[in-house]
Nanobody, 114 residues
Framework: VQLQASGGGLVQPGGSLRLSCTAS????????MGWYRQPPGHQRELIAT???????HYASSVKGRFTISRDNARNTMALQMDSLKSEDTAVYYC?????????WGQGTLVTVSS
């Protein structure tokens, strides 16, 4: 199952953006899914995960500002990003959890700037 992120764009500091992750097939059998990001000049990092039962975990850098969700029936996952900061600027990717990473899609660019 290939996962592809979309919904990126330019947003001002303090603004919000919602990213979507679309699967090429069923995500019902994928236990852990996650959102990752790669800021300019930095390595890709895991920022949020969600299990098939809905348990979530966030990196400290986004906790309280970002919300991960998934809809198994629609084979989608989302990342609601609020109170965005300039340091959130990055290419965002969706994938399986870190212990079962699949192929990477092309990601979606989020730029936080005034």
């Amino acid at each position: 199952v290939q996962l592809q992120a979309s919904g990126g764009g330019l947003v001002q500091p303090g603004g919000s953006l919602r990213l979507s992750c679309t699967a090429s097939g069923s995500i019902f059998g994928i236990d852990v899914m996650g959102w990752y990001r790669q800021p300019p000049g930095h390595q890709r990092e895991l920022i949020a995960t969600i299990t098939s039962s809905g348990s979530t975990h966030y990196a400290s850098s986004v906790k309280g500002r970002f919300t991960i969700s998934r809809d198994n029936a629609r084979n989608t996952m989302a990342l609601q990003m609020d109170s965005l900061k300039s340091e959130d600027t990055a290419v965002y990717y969706c994938n399986r959890g870190p212990l079962s990473i699949g192929p990477w899609g092309q990601g979606t660019l989020v730029t936080v700037s005034s």
